[in-house]
């Protein structure tokens, strides 16, 4: 059994709602099974955030076992 969730946010070179939606909409599913939930977010702007825009979400579920099942997704970009 899943006993914990934990994950980040982030975007680069998009509006920072962009993960505060990503966190609302996973938290909602998630909370339905499970009260132990937090993911946080990351934004970054500026040149510091390289040349490509985007967002994504990593997420980490630790079982009552000590076994870690782990996700990502991030955007797509036009390729040119």
Excluded: H, W
């Excluded at 825009?53 to 980490?60: F, S």
Aim: glycine share 8%; net charge positive; proline share 4%.
């Amino acid at each position: 059994m899943v006993k914990r969730i934990r994950g980040t946010a982030f975007t680069c070179k998009v509006s920072p709602a962009m993960a505060n939606r990503a966190v609302e909409s996973a938290k909602g599913v998630m909370l339905k099974f499970l009260p132990d939930v937090y993911i946080n977010t990351d934004q970054n702007k500026g040149k510091i955030s390289g040349n490509s825009p985007g967002y994504g979400i990593n997420l980490i579920a630790e079982t009552t076992e000590g076994v870690f099942f782990t996700t990502e997704a991030m955007s797509c970009s036009k390729t040119e």
